[in-house]
């Protein structure tokens, strides 16, 4: 029982239209049961259910855990959306779900989807978030053109993975434990020739994530998976 209160300030706090709903009418909870609030900042508060209500569910604060789960690294993620919609949402809940803190929809060369419905996947993740129990929100950007996200992104920890050299080193190899990374995942037709060089030119350094060619949705949880394991 998990409710996510990104506004919530004090020693009590009341939930929103959609939390309350979900908290009375699906849940069915009572007065004088705890809960569990995350505000998406790395705040998780125990509380306890002070009045019940459908649309504004009152809830006292009993203790307050700040920082939960902070990971010692950073990880952001640009990445092209797939053409069917639902296999890119599968990777932003997995993704959330393991620990990610930036991702970046990415408008390449080869992309066959040029926009998303951010609002639908910034719901994906808070759903994602509280069924992990996750106290940080990743942010979610809008769709950025790769040229001009290469061009905001420091050299140091920034890597590309594609499929257009033989012999690139693993991220394994590459990627250096407690740092922050970001890393670039290709649309279905991979990475252009091009847009690597640009990469490179940017401070990106080429990476594989195996020996199998993955699917882009694939692709990008193992990237957060490595770095999440080889922190561990």
């Not at 952001?76 to 069917?84: L, S």
């Given at each position: 029982?998990?409710?996510?209160?990104?506004?919530?300030?004090?020693?009590?706090?009341?939930?929103?239209?959609?939390?309350?709903?979900?908290?009375?009418?699906?849940?069915?909870?009572?007065?004088?049961?705890?809960?569990?609030?995350?505000?998406?900042?790395?705040?998780?508060?125990?509380?306890?259910?002070?009045?019940?209500?459908?649309?504004?569910?009152?809830?006292?604060?009993?203790?307050?855990?700040?920082?939960?789960?902070?990971?010692?690294?950073?990880?952001?993620?640009?990445?092209?959306?797939?053409?069917?919609?639902?296999?890119?949402?599968?990777?932003?809940?997995?993704?959330?779900?393991?620990?990610?803190?930036?991702?970046?929809?990415?408008?390449?060369?080869?992309?066959?989807r040029k926009q998303v419905n951010t609002e639908r996947l910034q719901r994906i993740m808070i759903a994602a978030m509280k069924q992990s129990k996750k106290a940080y929100l990743p942010k979610l950007n809008g769709m950025t053109v790769l040229g001009k996200w290469l061009e905001t992104q420091g050299a140091a920890g920034c890597y590309i993975a594609h499929c257009n050299e033989d012999n690139l080193q693993s991220l394994k190899t590459?990627?250096?434990?407690?740092?922050?990374?970001?890393?670039?995942?290709?649309?279905?037709?991979?990475?252009?020739?091009?847009?690597?060089?640009?990469?490179?030119?940017?401070?990106?350094?080429?990476?594989?994530?195996?020996?199998?060619?993955?699917?882009?949705?694939?692709?990008?949880?193992?990237?957060?998976?490595?770095?999440?394991?080889?922190?561990?």
């Amino acid at each position: 029982m998990i409710f996510y209160t990104p506004d919530i300030n004090g020693l009590r706090h009341t939930l929103n239209e959609e939390e309350s709903a979900h908290a009375v009418r699906v849940l069915r909870l009572k007065a004088g049961e705890e809960v569990t609030l995350v505000d998406g900042r790395g705040g998780l508060y125990r509380a306890q259910i002070d009045e019940i209500h459908h649309k504004h569910c009152e809830v006292e604060i009993l203790e307050h855990q700040a920082n939960y789960g902070k990971r010692p690294y950073r990880l952001h993620i640009g990445i092209a959306p797939t053409k069917n919609i639902d296999r890119f949402e599968w990777f932003i809940e997995k993704a959330t779900e393991i620990g990610i803190d930036e991702i970046t929809p990415l408008l390449c060369e080869h992309s066959e989807r040029k926009q998303v419905n951010t609002e639908r996947l910034q719901r994906i993740m808070i759903a994602a978030m509280k069924q992990s129990k996750k106290a940080y929100l990743p942010k979610l950007n809008g769709m950025t053109v790769l040229g001009k996200w290469l061009e905001t992104q420091g050299a140091a920890g920034c890597y590309i993975a594609h499929c257009n050299e033989d012999n690139l080193q693993s991220l394994k190899t590459a990627y250096q434990l407690g740092h922050d990374a970001t890393i670039a995942i290709g649309p279905e037709g991979d990475f252009s020739i091009l847009e690597v060089k640009l990469a490179s030119d940017c401070g990106f350094i080429g990476v594989s994530l195996g020996t199998s060619r993955l699917r882009t949705e694939t692709a990008g949880v193992v990237a957060c998976h490595s770095v999440y394991l080889m922190n561990e």
